[in-house]
Structures are given as structure tokens and as C-alpha cells.
């Protein structure tokens, strides 16, 4: 087999020839009008451009399309490549949305080990006081790169879990558009590519790129721009085909109030995706071309009576927020929905207030595009502002309280078991019990004046963001890999995963906050012994290792059991949803013929009930 | 040891769960408060912030409390027993208790926003007996006083009530002096504002809250807080040693 057979191995290449392009492009036209031929911010924005064409066009993302403007039919091709081992589908491109939704996951996967270990090098700096090993440079650097590479893991982690999930849990074929479906994953390749040449150059803003000091930085920057523009097409497109495919897919007698609830979580979300996403794609570049062409956006500009004949800064924080507001939910209502999803099937009861917790993952959604001046109190915006967006902000917390309530009231008089799923689960509703109730504490604007840009947020938003996305995200994997695998997972390892990293977590998230009252700002690269901190950064950092430690034992566990583990058979936990009443692993045409939806969801204990009938009774 | 009852919605599982929330709220609020020592308490502006903190962190005991207890309460309570091997018991939801924890939390919620409003006005008002100006820049400040006296320290009586003007000449900064409680954004292009009335003699550190670029980390200058005579002859002594410049220049 060659190597370029491989969509991705080709990728790579169409990537750099792309590169080298377009930079001559940029310079013989740089060359025409007169003007010196390199120029690094033109000659990289070209570059990028180019490059990321060049990787689509090669991996094969869009042959099908150009075919068609060619008059060309292109039937389906179902199962894995002709006369090429079956695991070269993963790395080409597929069309089926389970290859899809693995691709998506274990990208996540991957990104979530490289942000974290990025991580892992500035905790180890910040142990102690003092500068040791990193220059505030590269800790600027590291920084900012363990952000945006976290926040892209969790994108491709959401885009997993509905990938995979969605279609089999409505008894689709497959997602309406099976190869936009592909075209989205396959466009946040070339853009982690050019994120990860930044670290090259170097960038110091944070994830935030807050102008003007993302106007000013290394050329870095450039890179950044484009490479979350790309991951943020990727949002757009695919939460287009999802919110098609549950609208027109489902299956007869599937209303939308018997959907399993992570499609309501994914309905949200997707909500949230295709809008608010397009603010942050086109807000960074406005910044890329104000760098680029000097077009004046953010930048003030005086004129000789001292007039500001140019930007606003604080335009661009409205636009980046009025996106990344809202995309915090992006990363935790899927989480939510996953949580709500195993709580029955372990509590073997039906959860409690289904259309409660559907609805308020609808109004989190919607309440959550109205707060995102929470992030600007203190920026200098209009002061009844800050008023107005305290009281939008603490109305979150109402349908966030509804989703815990109606957990504990799914729990209450179960019959209880632990898997390490459940486990999870559990787990995940600790700690984002610690990052939501953290959350209103930043709402109300005066004690925010104090703890903004300080630990206390750092700990608030790893808090949510650990228990919204990453535990559920975990629970998530070891419940679906017999189904994904038709293996069994080792229970021990999981639980000894469990153990090590949840108390890890709780830990570092309250000396998080501890540090942050003390004083100890976010992001600096070094910090003053006076204020008595060094022994909570000990501990954040010790915790963090214990984290990241218990995560290796998770991927070993992984690798191991799809050799070794038992025999998972259909259903291991009982469950009612449609995917678990077929094979595992699933066969490439998930469902052999339509499902019809007889019951509620989540009638456990209802004597006689089922869910799905699966033969498609019989009626036509 | 007690028995406890079969049904889940017994009473008696209702009231153990109860006392044992109180017990855990007021456990939680004393840990809560021990770990989170809030450093600002040396300004006028900083007294309704952490009076405001407290009282979240009472709230915050009380909800945590609430959920894991009753959570664990469950967790022990309903685990399934060896040999059992019946369902959960069947019930899909309770529309009074939906409608109560939606109820409750939105009058919370506009409670929390009275209080809420209020301490903000607290917290940012103030007079403007004294007047100065900090600069902030990559990555450093200056401070200038209205009558041409230029310092690399500021230095401001206790007990007065002062206007800070801030003003960036390159990327935002963010101005805090972490014993005084709020912060404020520096902004390219604007002229932003705190009021600050410190109530402690000392020296504390201005620190740059926002990150800006290499050197952020390192973006502090003192600040001394001193006595009202301590201030006026330093205001005298500035302002020679600055005309005597003038003049020899
Ligand atoms: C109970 C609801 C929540 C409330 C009231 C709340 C409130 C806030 C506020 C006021 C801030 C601004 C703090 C500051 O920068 O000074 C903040 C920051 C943040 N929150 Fe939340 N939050 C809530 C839930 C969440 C959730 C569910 C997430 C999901 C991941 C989240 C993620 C974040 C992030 C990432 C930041 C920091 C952004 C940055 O400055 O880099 N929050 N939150
Ligand atoms: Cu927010
Ligand atoms: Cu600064």
C-alpha cells in the first residue's frame, strides 16, 4: 500500500505545495504594484489561504462536488476502500458518520493531550516563583496555545459525540449531508496544522487576541486568525447538517419530545454553532485584515487636531464575546445531555422532567446570547451597563438550576449502580456544581470588579468546562466503547482513573479560586512569593499532574481492551435507546431496516414498555 | 442503626436529608470563607465588595450543600442491593416541584440583582478631593498630578477620596491594586475611571490585570498610602525638586 493512498498523507502535501503558492501569488502580485516582494503578514495570510485549499482539494473532501459541476454522478461507496486495509478509512476521507464521528473524537482526543501537556509545562514553571525554565515569551506562548488548542479539542470532542451519536440514536441512515459532513471535519485539519506553525513565531494575547496587542505580536498571530476561522466553519457547516438531519430524520412516531435527550442537547447547541460562531469568524478577520491591508477596525488613529480618525477596541471584546459567551455553552450542553442521557439508564428510572430538561437546554441557549457584557465590566464600557448584564447573566442560573434539580430527582429512588460511566456522570455533576455556582459570584458586577482577570475565573471556568465537557465527555467514551469497540473496557482502571482524577479536580479548582482571592492575576508568567501563594500553586500544579496521570491510565485502558476486553454484546447496560439494540460494534448500515418509536424514551420500570420497535412493525 | 423507609417519598428520608443540609451548609460556609481570604479590605470601595462575597459564599454553601447531600443521600440510599433486581420506581417528573425550582431561583435571582445594583454603586462612587492621572504602557505607568508634579510612585492620603484617570498609550492594561478591591481597564483611545478612598497606611503594588504582551507579569509600581501632612509634604518637595529641573534647564 502506498503511503499516499492515505487522504490525509496527501493532505499534508496538497497543504504545503498550497503554502508555497500562494505565498508566490502574494509576492508576484506584491511584485506588480511596485511594492518589495515579502512581506510576512501578506505572504503568510496568502499562504494559509492557499494552503488550506490545497489540503481539501488533495485529501479528497471535495471531488465529489467538483465532479458534479462536471455533470458526473457519484453513487455512494458503503463500507471501507476497495483492496486497502479497513482502517485507512479513518484516515481518508469516509462518508459514513460513525467513521466521521470517530474522527472527530479522537482528533479531540489527541488535541486534549497535546493542549493539556501544554499546560503541564507552564504549571511545572509556576510551581514556584520565580522565572526557571520558561522566558515570559514562550510562557505567553505556551499559554495562549494551551487555550485555543483546549477550546479545539473540545469543538472536535462535541463533534464526535454528535457524530456518532445523533444518527443512531434517531435511527437515521446516516446525517443529511454526508459529504458536507466529511468537508467539516476535514477543514479543521489543515487549520490545527497552521495553529500549531504559530507556535514558530509566537503569540501573547491569550485566547482572547484582544486588540491592539493582537495588532502589534509576531506574525504568529496571522495564523491564529485564520486557523480558528477554519474550526469555526467547521462549527458552522456541521451544526447545519445536524440541526437537518434531527429535524427530517427522524423516524416515524419519533416526535421531537421523544428524542433522547443529548439530540435536545444537540439541537441547542447547533443553534448556538451556526449563529454565534459567524461573529468570531468574521471578528478575527477584521483583525487579520486590519493587520494585513492597515484597515482601521479596532486600532485608534489620530488625525494632527488629535481627532480618532480610526477603531475602537472595545468593539472587537462585543463581537468576541457575543460569540464566546454563548460558546461556553457550546462546550457544556452537550456535556449535560450526555449526563441526563446515562442517569436513567443507571438509575433504572425514567428521567425526571424530560421536557424540562429539554427546554432549558433551549433557554440556556438563548439566555446565554444575551449576557456576554459579563466579560467587560470592568473594561470601560457604559456603566448601566454593567447592570444590565448582571441581571441577564444571573438569569442563567435558573434553567441551570432546573437541569440539577431534576437530576437529583432522576437519581431519587433509583435502583443505583456504579460502572465507571456512572461514575463519570457523578462526578461530572460535582464539579460542575463548583463552576456553576462559582458563576454568579462573577455576575454580580462589583465582586467582579475584584476578581476578574484573576485565578478565581481561571478556577470558575476550568470548573464548568471540566464538568461539562471533559467528565461527561469521559463517561461518554467508556459507555459507548462497547458499542463502538463490542468490547468491554477493564472496570478497574477505569474506576482507578476515576478516583485519581476527580478528587485531583476538586482540588485544583478551589485552589484555583483560593489563589485568585489572594491576588494571584491570570495569566502571568511569573508572580510576587509576597502574596503568599506559593504553596496554592503547588498544589494546583501537583493536582494537575495527578489529572493528567489518571488520563494516560484512561488511554491505555483504551488501547488495551479492544484487544483483550470481554465480549460486550448488544446491550451491556440495559439500555432502551435504539443503538444499543443492534450489534456491537455497529454495522455499517447502523439499522437494517427503519425503526418505529412505540414508547417514551426513558420508561424504565414501566412493566411491557419499550422505546423502539425495530423491525419497522410491520407496516410497510 | 435507623431503618429507613422503602418508599422514596417518605417523609422521613425528607427530614434526615433537611438536617443533614443544615449541617453541611454551615460546615461548607466556614471551609468556603477559610480558603477564600479575600484581600481586599483597605478601601472604602472594598468593604460592600467583600460583604457581597460573603454573603454569595453563604448562598453557595447552602446550594452546594443542598445538591450533594441529597445526592449522596441517594447515592447510598437507592444503590441497587446484591440480589435485587427490580427497577427504579416509576415516576417521570413532578410539575409543582418543577415550577417551585424555577419559581424560587428567579426570585433569587431578583434579589440578587437589588443587592447586586447596590453594592455596584457602592463600590464605584466616591469624591474626587484628590485627582490623579496613571498612565499605563508597555510595561510600566507614570502618574501625573493635576498641578505638573510627575512620579513613578503614586502616593495618596488615606482617608480621602480619589479620582484615578486612566489612560493606555499602547494595548489595554488594567489597573489593580489587589488590597483596594475593583479594577479598571486602561483602553487606547479612551479615558477610563476608578474611585478609590484608602483606608490604610502602607505601601501596596499597582499591578497591570490585563495581559499585554512580554512583560505583563512584571507591569507593577508601588503605591503609598500616607498620612494627609505625610502627603502634602511630598506634594512640596516634588514640586521643588520639578521647578528646580525646569529652571536649570
Ligand atoms: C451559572 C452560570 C454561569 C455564570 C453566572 C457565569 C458567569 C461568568 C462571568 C460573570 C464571567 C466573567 C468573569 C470575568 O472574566 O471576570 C465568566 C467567565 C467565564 N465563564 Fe462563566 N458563568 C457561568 C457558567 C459558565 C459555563 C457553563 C461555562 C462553560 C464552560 C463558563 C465558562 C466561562 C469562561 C470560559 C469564562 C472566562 C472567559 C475568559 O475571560 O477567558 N461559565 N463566567
Ligand atoms: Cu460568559
Ligand atoms: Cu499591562
Known sequence: MQLTSLGLVRGII??????VIGMAVVMISRLALGMSAWDQEAGWVGGIVFATIGFMLAVGSMTDWLKWTRGVET???HGPPVGKPAWTRYFSVDYNHKVIGIQYGVTGFLLLIIGGSFALVFRAELADSGISFLQPGTYNTFLSMHAWVALASILLGVGGMANYLVPLMIGAEDMAFPRLNAFAYWINVPAIITLMISMLFGWDSGWTAYPPLSLRGPVGYQMVFWAIFGIGLSSILGSLNLIVTMLTMRPKGMTLFRMPIFCWAILATSIIQLTATQLIGLAFLMLSFERTLGMPFFNPLY??????????????????WFYSHPAVYVFVLPGLGIISELLPVFARKPLFGYRWI???????????????????FTSGYGEYLRVVFMISTLLVAVPTGVKFFSWLGTLWGGRLTFPTPMLFTLGAISVFLIGGLSGPILATAATDLFLHDSYFVVGHFHATIFGGFVFPFFAAIYYWYPKITGRMYNETLGKIHFWLMTPGFWVMSLAQMTAGTMGMRRRIADYDPALGVEPVHMLITIAGFV???SILLMIYNLFTSAEVGALAGNNPWRSRSPEWQIPSPVPEHSYARPITVVGEPYDYGLAGSTYVAMAGAGDD | MLKLPQSSTDRKHFVIVGALVVIATIALGFFLLAILPVKAQHSVQAEPIRWLFQLHVWLIAFLFALVVVFMLYALIVFRKRKGDDSEGEHFEGNTTLEVAWTVIPLILVVIFSFIG???LRDATRGGDEVQVEAV???WSWTFNYPNGVVSQEMVLPVNKPALISLRATDVIHSFWVVEWGPKQDLVPGMTTRIHITPTKVGEFQIVCAELCGLSHWSMVAKVRVVPEDEYIAWMNQKLVEQNIQTASR
Open chain 1, 75 to 77: 453513487p455512494f461507496h
Open chain 1, 547 to 549: 489529572i493528567a496521570f
Open chain 2, 136 to 138: 499605563g504602557f508597555q
Open chain 1, 358 to 376: 429539554a427546554l432549558s437546554s433551549l433557554a440556556i441557549a438563548l439566555v446565554g446570547f444575551l449576557v456576554w457584557g459579563h466579560h467587560m
Open chain 2, 117 to 119: 445594583f447596590q453594592t
Open chain 1, 14 to 19: 496538497g497543504y504545503f505545495v498550497g503554502l
Open chain 1, 303 to 320: 488625525n494632527a487636531l488629535g481627532e480618532n480618525i480610526g477603531g475602537q477596541p472595545l468593539l472587537f471584546q462585543h463581537l468576541f
